[in-house]
Nanobody
Framework: QVPLVESGGGLVQAGGSLRLSCAAS????????MGWYRQAPGLQRELVAS???????NYGDSVKGRFTISRDIARNTVDLQMNRLKPEDTAVYYC???????????????WGQGTQVTVSS
């Protein structure tokens, strides 16, 4: 139920960095899990990184060691620092939020509209 707005996407050369930010219009204090997903044309949406209300993190295998997810309760944001970007990281990146109720009911939760990340070689 929390509206999400992503920002920070753009065009970057391979090996470069970008920092994505997801801003929530309401408090994320009670949000169970927040995460970043990505989807390239013709491919399924995949998990990039997630962070729980207690700070636990999970990363997709392809981004481990390169991406870092963090959340700031005071600013109602969740960020994704992306380093050493590769052309295969090119995709639309979506922010996601799941409440405890969403989790209990097996619902996907709220999604942002996405921000494009393009990595050139």
């Amino acid at each position: 139920q929390v509206p999400l707005v992503e920002s920070g996407g753009g065009l970057v050369q391979a090996g470069g960095s970008l920092r994505l930010s997801c801003a929530a219009s309401g408090s994320i204090f009670n949000t169970n899990v927040m995460g970043w997903y990505r989807q390239a044309p013709g491919l399924q949406r995949e998990l990039v990184a997630s962070i729980t209300s207690r700070g636990g993190t999970n990363y997709g295998d392809s981004v481990k060691g390169r991406f870092t997810i963090s959340r700031d309760i005071a600013r109602n944001t969740v960020d994704l620092q992306m380093n050493r970007l590769k052309p295969e990281d090119t995709a639309v990146y979506y922010c996601n939020a799941r409440s405890i109720l969403d989790t209990m009911r097996g619902l996907v939760g709220s999604w942002g509209q996405g921000t494009q990340v393009t990595v050139s070689s």
